[in-house]
């Protein structure tokens, strides 16, 4: 592979040298999904040329076909005769160092991301959406403080509080010697208020750390530069469509300031708390106690700015929002800063008869994060009920209410992470002498409803897998029919049947999703309610119940922090080798690419958005291709990839949107995006879309678990969905296959004669001669303030 310049030849900033209008040059922009591909592969060719482009995503071309369009005009299409074939590679705006598998770590923030996108589509109900998002967005911040809160829990807490503070804990972790008041002869860092300033340390760094990798991310994705066209004025078409969709630059800044400012307030109130209640309780100097009261009441306006931030205005789609809110974005993160330096400075102070004991104060502030996550999310499926009732779509997900379900799996993916986190790091610090009072109950709850949780998930998957076994049998009959006139080999059959049946499992996602967040809601209730109830441990709120209760309650509040452990290191583990080995990607690759498909919405510590640089990277260079040379263009895109041409062609300028054709094969647009994500994808949005380009047409197998049909309608012209295409393109051997033909189910379409047929047709139905660029008509990146 080498670049154009490397080659020699010219191949501007954009691709191919500006010539004449109207001159019937064909371009077929390839562009890959799930798992990625090399240019090599999708071109076909082991000598490519990147002609735009970086490192992270570029655009590549055949070395023969570089100055395609400078040739002849019956020279004009590919080597081979076909469109001139252009790759779009993005792989590496998704994939790359295995240590970007710690993103993994963030899931929930992700999954809270996708609730926001997930809402019904409306009529007339534009507070209503508001009032959506902003409950999304509040669902994200108690993420932000739930994380940070368990992170306080594990150094402060457990570590610096009841470890370092007793003295057989910290003989056994000698490493904690010179904050222990016995191992360090009552040593400077050995008071309490010192050891929780020190250790605050470990939380506020990890707060930095999210900071950082926001900005950081911020920075080479959100600030990717769209092109400056004016709105559509079309109220049915998607809001993918509009011109600031993805540039969220402000959001993400201004979000990025107050969940930062959120996560340092949870470190400093977990440390002035402490140490304000001493100087309340031991009758003190005054002024201590004073001080700790302006301080906690400094907390509280703090947070209450943190709030109103989140709430003040959400996403800004209908034009570029250039601006900065320096004040939230730099003013209210360094204010926290140095409120909590102040508060270190407080605790820090000389307090002699100051003695830890007991678990650390502010331990109910978990059982109020669940409170508050769980009311957050029933209003939010209350609001969702009435958003789609207005615009009722029967191919939602739901109803209407994945939303919520996705909300609730995000509050659930939180408390049972912080739960396990916590109690297997005390019995870690603790080994089994229960010498420390451990982490708080509702922790200990939350870590305990893992295993019951994870019988339901089995018996869930047990029930699917006893459907598709029936639905394979029931097969079998429509694989024969499908195959009438070929011999027939009986285990052919049922493998092929066997493989159809597994890709309904997709089409049957909403009702997995519902059940498990239902199961979370009832569990996750009934650990609050048995930790304010009892304020006791599972097991010893069971200890004189029944022996089998008792026995099942020890047995999950045992597992579960065993699990927990087992699965961040599964996680991490499968997160490293998707991003390094293809196989293992296709496995996990749907659906981080589905999550990480979206804007930061929601929250500004999850995973970046790679479309906010791949829509621009399509959209500037199909404009400027088909403004400098007039010809026909094919955006080409399987899987996830006629997403993100789908995304593209809605954020073309109307005149060159009405001559691109649309390719899409193994697409998830409607059996995926169309259904969880109804308001951006759903019939209207895609109908709009079809009317928009010159032509479409989508091509499935029923054997793929991902793609499947549009389901938009030509009126008396062609049909967007084609026939689905045969798969093994033969049951047994034969003249014409005689080797066994595989089952490709999500890969390998354009091997089908099909895929060249559809393709032809399209470009026999694309109008040529496109206008060219007129003199002085430019385009340019909008100008950042």
Same mark, same amino acid.
């Given at each position: 592979?080498?670049?154009?310049?490397?080659?020699?030849?010219?191949?501007?900033?954009?691709?191919?040298?500006?010539?004449?209008?109207?001159?019937?040059?064909?371009?077929?922009?390839?562009?890959?999904?799930?798992?990625?591909?090399?240019?090599?592969?999708?071109?076909?060719?082991?000598?490519?040329?990147?002609? &735009?482009?970086?490192?992270?995503?570029?655009?590549?071309?055949?070395?023969?076909?570089?100055?395609?369009?400078?040739?002849?005009?019956?020279?004009?299409?590919?080597?081979?005769?076909?469109?001139?074939?252009?790759?779009?590679?993005?792989?590496?705006?998704?994939?790359?160092?295995?240590?970007?598998?710690?993103?993994?770590?963030?899931?929930?923030?992700?999954?809270?991301?996708? @609730?926001?996108?997930?809402?019904?589509?409306?009529?007339?109900?534009?507070?209503?959406?508001?009032?959506?998002?902003?409950?999304?967005?509040?669902?994200?911040?108690?993420?932000?403080?739930?994380?940070?809160?368990?992170?306080?829990?594990?150094?402060?807490?457990?570590?610096?509080?009841?470890?370092?503070?007793?003295?057989?804990?910290?003989?056994?972790?000698?490493?904690?010697?010179?904050?222990?008041?016995?191992?360090?002869?009552?040593?400077?860092?050995?008071?309490?208020?010192?050891?929780?300033?020190?250790? &605050?340390?470990?939380?506020?760094?990890?707060?930095?750390?999210?900071?950082?990798?926001?900005?950081?991310?911020?920075?080479?994705?959100?600030?990717?530069?769209?092109?400056?066209?004016?709105?559509?004025?079309?109220?049915?078409? &998607?809001? *993918?469509?509009?011109?600031?969709?993805?540039?969220?630059?402000?959001?993400?800044?201004?979000?990025?300031?107050?969940?930062?400012? !959120?996560?340092?307030?949870?470190?400093?109130?977990?440390?002035?708390?402490? @140490?304000?209640? =001493?100087?309340?309780?031991?009758?003190?100097?005054?002024?201590?106690?004073?001080?700790?009261?302006?301080?906690?009441?400094?907390?509280?306006? !703090?947070?209450?700015?943190?709030?109103?931030?989140?709430?003040?205005?959400?996403?800004?789609?209908?034009?570029?929002?250039?601006?900065?809110? #320096?004040?939230?974005?730099?003013?209210?993160?360094?204010?926290?800063?140095?409120?909590?330096?102040?508060?270190? @400075?407080?605790?820090?102070?000389?307090?002699?008869?100051?003695?830890?004991?007991?678990?650390?104060?502010?331990?109910? #502030?978990?059982?109020?994060?669940?409170?508050?996550?769980?009311?957050?999310?029933?209003?939010?499926?209350?609001?969702?009920?009435?958003?789609?009732?207005?615009?009722?779509?029967?191919?939602?997900?739901?109803?209407?209410?994945?939303?919520? @379900?996705?909300?609730?799996?995000?509050? /659930?993916?939180?408390?049972? $992470?912080?739960?396990?986190?916590?109690?297997?790091?005390?019995?870690?610090?603790?080994?089994?002498?229960?010498?420390?009072?451990?982490?708080?109950?509702?922790?200990?709850?939350?870590?305990?409803?893992?295993?019951?949780?994870?019988?339901?998930?089995?018996?869930?998957?047990?029930?699917?897998?006893?459907?598709?076994?029936?639905?394979?049998?029931?097969?079998?009959?429509?694989?024969?029919?499908? =195959?009438?006139?070929?011999?027939?080999?009986p285990d052919r059959t049922r493998r092929i049947a066997r493989?159809? #049946?597994?890709?309904?499992?997709?089409?049957?996602?909403?009702?997995?999703?519902?059940?498990?967040?239902?199961?979370?809601?009832?569990?996750?209730?009934? /650990?609050?309610?048995? #930790?304010?109830?009892?304020?006791?441990?599972?097991?010893?709120?069971?200890?004189?119940?029944?022996?089998?209760?008792?026995?099942?309650?020890?047995?999950?509040?045992?597992? %579960?922090?065993?699990?927990?452990?087992?699965?961040?290191?599964?996680?991490?583990?499968?997160?490293?080798?998707?991003?390094?080995? $293809?196989?293992?990607?296709?496995?996990?690759?749907?659906?981080?690419?589905?999550?990480?498909?979206?804007?930061? /919405?929601?929250?500004?510590?999850?995973?970046?958005? =790679?479309?906010?640089?791949?829509?621009?990277?399509?959209?500037?260079?199909?404009?400027?291709?088909?403004?400098?040379?007039?010809?026909?263009?094919?955006?080409?895109?399987?899987?996830?990839?006629?997403?993100? /041409?789908?995304?593209?062609?809605?954020?073309?300028?109307?005149?060159?949107?009405?001559?691109?054709?649309?390719?899409?094969?193994?697409?998830?647009?409607?059996?995926? =995006?169309?259904?969880?994500?109804?308001?951006?994808? %759903?019939?209207?949005? *895609?109908?709009?879309?079809?009317?928009?380009?010159?032509?479409?047409?989508?091509?499935?197998?029923?054997?793929?678990?991902?793609?499947?049909?549009?389901?938009?309608?030509?009126?008396?012209?062609?049909?967007?969905?084609?026939?689905? $295409?045969?798969?093994?393109?033969?049951?047994?051997?034969?003249?014409?296959?005689?080797?066994?033909?595989?089952?490709?189910?999500?890969?390998?379409?354009?091997?089908?004669?099909?895929?060249?047929?559809?393709?032809?047709?399209?470009?026999d139905r694309l109008h040529p001669g496109l206008p060219g660029?007129?003199?002085?008509?430019?385009?340019?990146?909008?100008?950042?303030?």
């Open positions: 592979m080498e670049s154009a310049q490397e080659s020699g030849l010219d191949a501007g900033a954009t691709g191919p040298t500006a010539r004449p209008a109207g001159t019937g040059a064909t371009l077929e922009l390839l562009v890959h999904g799930v798992g990625g591909a090399t240019p090599e592969h999708m071109l076909d060719d082991p000598r490519t040329v990147r002609v &735009s482009g970086d490192d992270t995503a570029a655009v590549f071309r055949r070395a023969d076909d570089v100055d395609a369009e400078n040739r002849p005009a019956d020279h004009e299409t590919g080597t081979d005769g076909r469109p001139v074939p252009e790759a779009y590679v993005w792989c590496n705006l998704t994939s790359g160092n295995g240590a970007r598998a710690l993103w993994l770590l963030l899931l929930p923030f992700m999954v809270a991301n996708l @609730a926001h996108w997930m809402r019904p589509s409306a009529r007339d109900r534009a507070r209503t959406i508001r009032l959506y998002g902003l409950l999304v967005r509040l669902v994200g911040l108690s993420l932000t403080v739930l994380l940070a809160a368990a992170a306080c829990e594990v150094a402060l807490d457990l570590t610096a509080w009841q470890c370092a503070g007793t003295r057989a804990c910290a003989e056994r972790h000698t490493w904690l010697g010179f904050l222990s008041p016995t191992a360090s002869g009552d040593g400077w860092w050995s008071p309490p208020g010192r050891r929780l300033a020190l250790a &605050s340390l470990v939380p506020a760094a990890l707060v930095g750390l999210l900071w950082y990798l926001s900005r950081r991310t911020w920075s080479a994705y959100e600030s990717e530069q769209p092109l400056v066209r004016e709105p559509d004025e079309d109220p049915a078409r &998607s809001a *993918l469509g509009r011109p600031g969709f993805w540039y969220g630059r402000r959001l993400v800044a201004r979000l990025r300031g107050a969940h930062t400012a !959120a996560g340092l307030l949870t470190v400093a109130a977990a440390v002035v708390q402490a @140490a304000a209640r =001493y100087d309340r309780e031991s009758g003190g100097p005054a002024a201590l106690a004073t001080v700790g009261r302006v301080l906690e009441a400094a907390l509280v306006l !703090a947070a209450v700015a943190v709030v109103v931030v989140v709430c003040r205005r959400g996403r800004t789609e209908k034009h570029l929002d250039r601006e900065i809110d #320096a004040t939230f974005v730099r003013h209210l993160p360094l204010a926290t800063l140095v409120l909590l330096a102040i508060t270190l @400075a407080y605790a820090c102070w000389d307090r002699p008869a100051w003695e830890s004991g007991g678990r650390l104060p502010g331990d109910a #502030a978990f059982g109020g994060i669940a409170l508050a996550q769980g009311l957050l999310v029933i209003v939010l499926a209350v609001v969702a009920h009435l958003l789609y009732r207005s615009d009722p779509d029967p191919r939602a997900a739901m109803r209407g209410l994945a939303g919520p @379900a996705v909300a609730m799996l995000a509050c /659930a993916l939180g408390g049972v $992470m912080s739960g396990g986190v916590s109690q297997r790091v005390a019995d870690w610090v603790d080994g089994t002498r229960a010498s420390l009072p451990g982490p708080p109950v509702v922790l200990t709850w939350q870590a305990s409803v893992i295993p019951p949780l994870l019988v339901v998930l089995l018996l869930l998957a047990g029930g699917q897998a006893w459907r598709t076994l029936r639905l394979a049998r029931a097969e079998r009959a429509v694989v024969e029919e499908d =195959y009438a006139g070929e011999a027939t080999d493989t159809r #049946a597994m890709a309904t499992l997709t089409d049957r996602g909403p009702l997995f999703i519902a059940a498990v967040s239902t199961v979370s809601l009832i569990l996750g209730t009934a /650990a609050l309610v048995g #930790a304010m109830a009892t304020d006791k441990t599972p097991s010893a709120a069971a200890q004189h119940t029944h022996p089998f209760v008792h026995g099942a309650a020890d047995t999950a509040q045992a597992l %579960g922090s065993w699990l927990v452990g087992f699965g961040f290191i599964l996680f991490v583990t499968l997160g490293r080798r998707a991003y390094k080995d $293809m196989s293992a990607r296709r496995t996990v690759g749907v659906l981080w690419d589905v999550g990480t498909f979206w804007p930061r /919405a929601a929250h500004p510590f999850a995973p970046p958005c =790679y479309a906010e640089r791949a829509v621009p990277d399509l959209t500037w260079r199909i404009t400027t291709w088909t403004r400098t040379t007039g010809g026909r263009l094919v955006i080409s895109g399987h899987s996830q990839g006629s997403v993100l /041409a789908a995304a593209a062609a809605w954020q073309l300028p109307p005149a060159v949107r009405g001559r691109v054709a649309l390719l899409t094969y193994g697409s998830p647009l409607e059996r995926l =995006y169309g259904r969880w994500f109804p308001a951006h994808f %759903g019939p209207a949005s *895609l109908a709009a879309l079809h009317e928009e380009v010159d032509c479409w047409r989508n091509l499935y197998r029923l054997t793929d678990p991902i793609g499947g049909p549009v389901q938009v309608s030509d009126g008396d012209g062609p049909q967007v969905d084609c026939e689905p $295409m045969r798969d093994p393109l033969a049951h047994a051997r034969s003249e014409l296959h005689p080797l066994p033909a595989p089952i490709l189910g999500h890969s390998d379409y354009q091997a089908d004669p099909t895929f060249d047929r559809e393709r032809g047709h399209l470009l660029q007129r003199p002085g008509d430019t385009l340019r990146p909008p100008t950042l303030r």
